[in-house]
Nanobody, 126 residues
Framework: QVRLVESGGGLVQAGGSLRLSCTAS????????LGWFRQAPGKEREFVAA????????HDADSVKGRFTISRDNAKNTVYLQMNSLKPEDTAVYYC???????????????????WGQGTQVTVSS
């Protein structure tokens, strides 16, 4: 079973950038598809981005397309979320997640992730 720990959250002004990291332990990191999700106060958790086991395929939510980039380093057991041009509406707790058994077409729905980190707070001030 994989354990995920996020880091890199914080307070940033609108238009700024942050890079989130999520490091995994346990399991075989390269066998998992990985994703980032977020949950704002009073809202449901939403899918942000996903990356395939090899890193060759990625998928972003429309709300972050062109601003956020997901990447992974399998040698470091780490997945990243580079967030640029941040907006106040990006304020949320960000979670990384992993799943090891689905086809890519299912992964991008964001509905089959099995393992979750504890989350890291991102606050964007206007």
């Amino acid at each position: 079973q994989v354990r995920l720990v996020e880091s890199g959250g914080g307070l940033v002004q609108a238009g700024g950038s942050l890079r989130l990291s999520c490091t995994a332990s346990g399991g075989t990191f390269s066998s998992y598809n990985l994703g980032w999700f977020r949950q704002a106060p009073g809202k449901e958790r939403e899918f942000v981005a996903a990356i395939s086991r090899s890193g060759r395929s990625t998928h972003d939510a429309d709300s972050v397309k062109g601003r956020f980039t997901i990447s992974r380093d399998n040698a470091k057991n780490t997945v990243y979320l580079q967030m640029n041009s941040l907006k106040p509406e990006d304020t949320a707790v960000y979670y990384c997640a992993a799943e090891g058994s689905s086809r890519w077409s299912t992964v991008v729905t964001g509905t089959k992730f099995d393992y979750w980190g504890q989350g890291t707070q991102v606050t964007v001030s206007s």
